[in-house]
């Protein structure tokens, strides 16, 4: 069999802390470790440039790429453009959805999808959220997304949204005391849709810091079953469920 690989694309470092604890709750496994040298791809390349490495429980190849403020889309061209060299068996890409609460994720991602068509040749459509192509044989596209109204969350749909979400379900006195303090501020900045997640991570997640907040929350048995119930909602818990088989 010839090598290929699985390929999850996100916006930033957050997200694949989120990511990391979505596939290891699926059985995957990391091949990097923290001062060990980085790992290698099926075609001996390190995996460097803030891409993770991980394994499935079936043993593909799984690469978590973080776009880091970059286009999402230009990153899946250079896999599209690719294909040949180092062949893609599975293209996922997961942005924040930044529609507003109450809209209906799926016209995002079909929107999304059409986008990212340009890129390819031979596109079938397999369902609303994924397509196949003569270069990538499923292409799909999941979304951090939470409809879930509130004040007292962050005013559009991101990732730090829906945790915050399910903390206020899963932990609701928690989540009452970060609204109170933020609340309570003297001369608050203007909102970034951070705060609610942020102050949740120092107020129980301290020794974790900002990124790796978004992987501890996926150690919490009762928030881990309420995120899947949420990223099932949009069908992206689905989408990492192929990834990772």
Not at 37 to 58: F, I, R, Y
Request: glycine content about 6%; charged content about 20%.
């Amino acid at each position: 069999m010839s090598a290929t690989q699985r390929v999850v694309i996100i916006e930033g470092f957050t997200d694949r802390a989120f990511v990391t604890g979505i596939l290891k709750r699926l059985g995957c496994v990391s091949l990097g470790a923290s001062g060990q040298p980085p790992p290698l791809d099926p075609w001996k390349a390190k995996v460097t440039g803030g891409q993770h490495a991980w394994e499935s429980s079936t043993g593909a190849f799984i690469r978590v790429v973080a776009a880091n403020n970059d286009d999402l889309e230009k990153r899946v061209r250079v896999f599209a453009a690719t294909a040949a060299t180092t062949p893609t068996e599975i293209l996922l890409v997961v942005p924040d959805s930044d529609q507003n609460p109450g809209d209906a994720p799926l016209p995002e991602l079909q929107r999304r999808l059409n986008e990212m068509k340009k890129f390819f040749t031979g596109v079938a459509d397999v369902g609303p959220r994924a397509f196949s192509s003569t270069e990538i044989g499923h292409v799909a596209a999941g979304v951090w997304s939470e409809q879930e109204p509130g004040a007292d969350l962050p005013a559009t749909q991101t990732l730090e949204r829906m945790v915050s979400a399910s903390f206020r379900s899963v932990h609701p006195a928690r989540f009452s005391e970060v609204t109170n303090f933020l609340t309570s501020r003297t001369a608050a900045p203007l909102p970034t849709g951070k705060e609610q997640a942020m102050a949740l991570m120092a107020g129980w997640y301290s020794d974790r810091y900002s990124e790796s907040f978004f992987e501890a929350v996926w150690e919490d048995a009762a928030i881990a079953t309420d995120l899947e119930r949420r990223l099932r909602a949009t069908g992206t818990y689905e989408a990492f469920e192929r990834i990772a088989a």
